[in-house]
């Protein structure tokens, strides 16, 4: 099968985490067989309009000429639209996966609930990647609702492996005394990063590194045993997990969690926010899920994420429920018509 894969995310040169989460996607469909050709934004510059009129001409182009079997856009809108015009030059299916901030722009922005209700009309599936989003994204557009499936990006199991942490700690000069945190994502509001680096501030013990960049940088670094690495490429951040005794993400909201996942595939315990999807894989044996809000309860939960074993060989089984092959079963099937 032939997959034209349309993002406005793609990690680049400049920005190795860019998108970097769809990657591995584009890799396993690979690895399953599938011909995968990514239209993406790969520079930007002149402002958004500019940056995805230039998508849309790059995937229409690319959809005529290889001629795909089904176009795959990440982003509703407007990735979305672009992918839509990229469906309509290939004459082929159209399906979209919605991931979090395009389903919050609905009823936000003006204009992007009615051209999102043209680009799902047009889209012969709609995967979202968690039941906690498709009810938000169906709350918003009714109608859409029998399109929806849901399917997370998964877990590459071969990168995100068990590995031991201090061969990890070694080459990122991170050894130490106490439990070891580690807080994967952009450094920004949603992530609740402050919050948790005051969480960690009264348990007392440890150390913890935020893995990622972001405007709220200025607010983490100098703390006592806090660690910030700054903006690092995908393929670096297996070593950052591993070196970790658990991994933080008490985000106000997280659609999906995808780091959270990743560090369950590793053996490694997790803390993860109640407001979205990471209910839905973390088990109680995985590590914790606590109220993004409170910042008591967040620096409890550190302490007895703590006591959990480190390597934790009870997160990786549940992790390994989340293969890519439910994403392609669902393109293929609007391959064949059969959506």
Known sequence: MRILLVTQMWPTPAQPDEGSFLVPVARELEALGHE??????????????????????????????????????????????????????????????????????????????????????????????????????????????????????????????????????????????????????????????????????????????????????????????????????????PRWIAACDVLCQPSLIEPFGQATLEAMAMERSVIATTVGGPPEFVTPAAGLLIDPSDTEALAAALGRAAELPSPNPAARPAAAEHDVRRLAAVLERAAAGRI
């Open 36 to 237: 995968v050709e990514v239209a993406a934004i790969s520079r930007r510059g002149g402002g958004p309009r500019t940056d995805y009129a230039r998508l849309a001409r790059d995937a229409a182009a690319r959809a005529r000429r290889r001629r795909p079997d089904v176009v795959f856009a990440h982003f509703l809108f407007p990735t979305g639209a672009a992918g839509a015009l990229a469906a309509l030059a290939a004459r082929a299916p159209l399906v979209v996966m919605a991931h979090g901030q395009d389903v919050a722009n609905l009823g936000r922005i003006p204009g992007v609930t009615s051209a999102t209700r043209l680009v799902l009309h047009r889209s012969a599936g709609v995967i979202v990647n968690s039941r906690w989003l498709a009810h938000r994204l169906t709350r918003c557009i009714p109608t859409v609702a029998r399109k929806v499936e849901i399917a997370d990006c998964g877990v590459d199991l071969d990168t995100f492996a068990p590995r031991p942490a201090a061969p990890a700690r070694r080459e990122l000069d991170w050894d130490g005394e106490g439990p070891a945190f580690v807080c994967v994502g952009s450094l920004i509001e949603r992530k609740n990063v402050i919050r948790l680096a005051d969480a960690f501030e009264r348990l007392g013990r440890g150390r913890l590194a935020f893995v990622g960049d972001g405007p709220l940088r200025w607010a983490l670094e100098g703390r006592t045993n806090v660690r910030v690495s700054g903006r690092i490429p995908q393929a670096e951040v």
